[in-house]
C-alpha cells in the first residue's frame, strides 16, 4: 500500500523567504510527527499531532516554525523568513494511535536548501 | 550531553564480517529501544525495537539492552553489501500521548564492502 508521501522532495530557497512543506500521511493514521535531520546529526523531534490538534509543539525551534494538519490527513509545516540554519531534511512520520510500540513509517523527506 | 548518544563512525567491513552497533543514553525513563535502517535519500524503516532489557533476534540481526548501564546494541552477523546503510538508535519513554515521540542517535554510517 501506499506509505508517507512528501512534497517537494527537494527545496532551494533563498534566505528571508517563506516556505511550505507538505505531508501525506497512511491513510488512517491519527498521529502525525515532524522531523528534522541536519547534517551530521540524528533526527530532531519538532511536532506531533493526535487527529488535528497539536498537543505537543515543543521541539519547534522558533516563532518562525507553525504547522497545521487538516482532516486527520495531510499536514504543511511552514518556516517563515527562512535562515541558513534552516537547511536540513524535514521528516515526516506517521502512526497509528494505538498502545504498545505505536511503530512510525517514516516519508523521504524534504531537502531543504537556504542560500 | 544528548539524552542519545551514537558513534557516528563511518565503520566500514568487509563482507561476512559481523558488525556491533552501539548507543548509550542517560534518561533511564526510556521503555522502547529501536533500531532504524536508513539508506541515502531515503526515510528511516524500523529494523527492530525492544521493550526494556533483553535480547531480540531476526534472522541475522540481533538487538540487546542493558538498562543497567543504560546501553543499546544491534549486532548484525554475515553482513552483506546490502546491509549498508546508516543505522540510527532510537528510543522513547512509556505510554501515550506525546510520550510517543523518537528521541534519536546520530546514526553511525556502515560500509559493508564486497
Known amino acids: 500500500g501506499a506509505g508517507v508521501s512528501q512534497s517537494p522532495s527537494n527545496k532551494v530557497t533563498e534566505k528571508g523567504k517563506d516556505v511550505e512543506l507538505r505531508c501525506d500521511p497512511i491513510s488512517g493514521h491519527t498521529a502525525l510527527y515532524w522531523y528534522r535531520q541536519r547534517l551530521g546529526q540524528g533526527l530532531e523531534f519538532l511536532i506531533y499531532?493526535?487527529?488535528?490538534?497539536?498537543?505537543?509543539k515543543s521541539g519547534l525551534p522558533s516563532d518562525r516554525f507553525s504547522a497545521e494538519r487538516t482532516g486527520e490527513s495531510v499536514s504543511t509545516l511552514t518556516i517563515q523568513r527562512t535562515q541558513q540554519e534552516d537547511s536540513a531534511v524535514y521528516l515526516c512520520?506517521?502512526?497509528?494511535?494505538?498502545?504498545?510500540?505505536?511503530?512510525?513509517?517514516f516519508g523521504p523527506g524534504t531537502r531543504l536548501t537556504v542560500t | 550531553q544528548k539524552e542519545v548518544e551514537q558513534d557516528p563512525g563511518p565503520l566500514s567491513v568487509p563482507e561476512g564480517a559481523i558488525v556491533s552497533l552501539n548507543c548509550t543514553y542517560s534518561?533511564?525513563?526510556?521503555?522502547?529501544f529501536m533500531w532504524y535502517r536508513q539508506y541515502s535519500r531515503k526515510g528511516p524503516e524500523l529494523l527492530m525495537y525492544t521493550y526494556s532489557s533483553g535480547n531480540k533476534e531476526d534472522g541475522r540481526f540481533t538487538a540487546q539492552v542493558d538498562k543497567s548501564s543504560k546501553y543499546i546494541s544491534l549486532f548484525i552477523r554475515d553482513s552483506q553489501p546490502s546491509d549498508s546503510a546508516t543505522y540510527l538508535c532510537a528510543t522513547r519513554l512509556e505510554g501515550g500521548g506525546s510520550n510517543y515521540k523518537l528521541t534519536f542517535g546520530k546514526g553511525t554510517l556502515l560500509t559493508v564492502n564486497p
Open positions: 534518561n533511564s525513563a526510556f521503555q522502547y
Open positions: 499531532f493526535q487527529g488535528n490538534s497539536a498537543p505537543d
Open positions: 512520520a506517521s502512526s497509528l494511535a494505538l498502545t504498545g510500540l505505536h511503530e512510525q513509517y
